[in-house]
């Protein structure tokens, strides 16, 4: 079955320290991957995408992942979080069938101490 | 400026009433998607279309129905039959240049009362 991990629900981290959100997905084809992240009751807005090529991508506001077809991951990282990245951050999958059809999975909250 | 816009961005109803959720887009995307999203459920998806005259139903379609008679828009109907409407509600679109990147608008929040 097709699918996304994302197995942090909250993490928190002082602001300038590092960053790492997990990601794992189970897709039968070549998996196009995302990166998207949501302010409270706002719409989701895309951080970076991997659909082939070189596996570490580079997104916007300093954000960047990696993909390791080997362990099935799409970690999302950045070097010095700022107070301002708090949001929540969701992971998805799909493309490769025509439909567009995206799977997400339940996110993961990033609480940014001052 | 191209885009996706959904109104309102507040939305109260009362229990038993149908309510129509607008979804218009300006980038001339052929897929159009609507979704719900709960707290801590992340985002499900309710129904799609990928042509004008077409649609499917996706994980939690029961409740709820769509029409696509124009490309720029997706209006969503949240029916009576639907058992806890209250949510958050997300279109997004797809297509074009972008190709597979869901582009997404800033949501209506319903609440049933």
């Known amino acids: 079955a097709q699918s996304v991990t994302q197995p942090d629900i909250h993490i928190t981290v002082s602001e300038g320290a590092s960053l790492e959100l997990r990601c794992n997905y189970s897709y039968g084809a070549t998996p196009y991957l995302f990166w998207y992240v949501q302010s409270p009751g706002q719409g989701l807005q895309l951080l970076l995408k991997y659909f082939s090529g070189d596996t570490l991508v580079q997104g916007i506001k300093g954000f960047e992942a990696e993909f390791k077809r080997s362990q099935s991951s799409f970690n999302l990282r950045k070097p010095s979080v700022h107070w301002s990245d708090a949001a929540e951050y969701f992971c998805?999958?799909?493309?490769?069938?025509?439909?567009?059809?995206?799977?997400f999975g339940t996110g993961t909250r990033l609480k940014v101490l001052a | 400026d191209g885009g996706i816009t959904q109104s309102p961005k507040y939305l109260f109803r009362k229990e038993g009433q149908n309510v129509t959720l607008s979804c218009e887009q300006n980038?001339?995307?052929?897929?159009m998607y609507w979704y719900r999203q709960d707290p801590g459920q992340g985002l499900r998806l309710i129904y799609y279309s990928q042509i004008v005259n077409d649609f499917q139903k996706g994980d939690i379609a029961e409740g709820y129905s769509v029409s696509r008679e124009k490309k720029e828009s997706f209006p969503l109907t949240v029916t009576s039959a639907q058992k806890n409407p209250t949510a958050f509600y997300l279109c997004a679109s797809a297509g074009g240049q972008s190709y597979n990147e869901q582009f997404f608008g800033p949501g209506t929040r319903l609440t049933v009362l």
């Open positions: 998805a999958v799909g493309g490769g069938s025509g439909t567009y059809k995206y799977i």
């Open positions: 980038l001339n995307h052929d897929a």
